[in-house]
């Protein structure tokens, strides 16, 4: 089983529309949730980090943690070309961060 | 504010040579980490180090070492290198902890083994 398993893309949403990304993760010690956004030939940049459950917004973004479930999810609204990336889910556990293969979405104008 | 500094950024070598990439952190970091970009693997963790000291592996032969200076910068070394070790490296450098942590990529070093 993988450490971190993310929901397979690739995503295509329509412009203003809402992408909802997935994260399972499997070791129930994991301390810390952080989504990363990596456009093609770029290092990845943090969205959002999460620690405890429930949700956390910030601006076009949420991510919502649910500790029981071991689940992780990013909510991106009105979702603009510039979205157009691949978004990696990464779970932290004892100074290591296990990232998720990735989904990439693609916001069509 | 500088970002994290990985030199080189490209780099060819062939098999069975050994490779030295280096990472300077953000200023003021003092965790360093390392990771290996592939198509078919993804990221994956190698190694982080905090104050000189490495609190954490990943799986990883034996072939792939790092240090980290007294200054937080940090060397990473391949060694016999093998066709599979063509990747991206990348660093990132982090401070704070927990849901404070903040996480910076460098650009990376594209090795090529030939």
């Known amino acids: ?109 | 504010k500088a970002g994290v500094t990985q030199t080189p950024r490209y780099l060819i070598k062939t098999r069975g040579q050994q490779v030295t990439l280096s990472c300077s952190p953000i200023s003021g970091h003092r965790s360093v980490s390392w990771y290996q970009q592939t198509p078919g693997q993804g990221l994956q963790f190698l190694f982080e180090y905090f104050s000189e000291t490495q609190r954490n592996k990943g799986n990883f032969p034996g072939r792939f070492s790092g240090r980290q200076f007294s200054n937080s910068r940090s060397e990473m070394n391949v060694s016999t290198l093998e066709l599979g070790d063509s990747a991206l490296y990348l660093c990132a450098s982090s401070v704070g902890s927990g849901e404070n942590e903040k996480l910076f990529f460098g650009s990376g070093t594209q090795l090529s083994v030939l």
Request: proline residues 4%.
């Open chain 1, 1 to 109: 089983q993988k450490e971190v398993e993310q929901n397979s893309g690739p995503l295509s949403v329509p412009e203003g529309a809402i992408a909802s990304l997935n994260c399972t993760y499997s070791d129930r010690g994991s301390q810390s949730f952080f989504w990363y956004r990596q456009y093609s030939g770029k290092s990845p940049e943090l969205i959002m980090s999460i620690y405890s459950n429930g949700d956390k917004e910030d601006g076009r973004f949420t991510a919502q943690l649910n500790k029981a479930s071991q689940y992780v999810s990013l909510l991106i609204r009105d979702s603009q070309p510039s979205d157009s990336a691949t978004y990696l889910c990464a779970v932290k556990i004892d100074y290591k961060l296990s990232f998720g293969a990735g989904t990439t979405v693609t916001v069509r104008a």
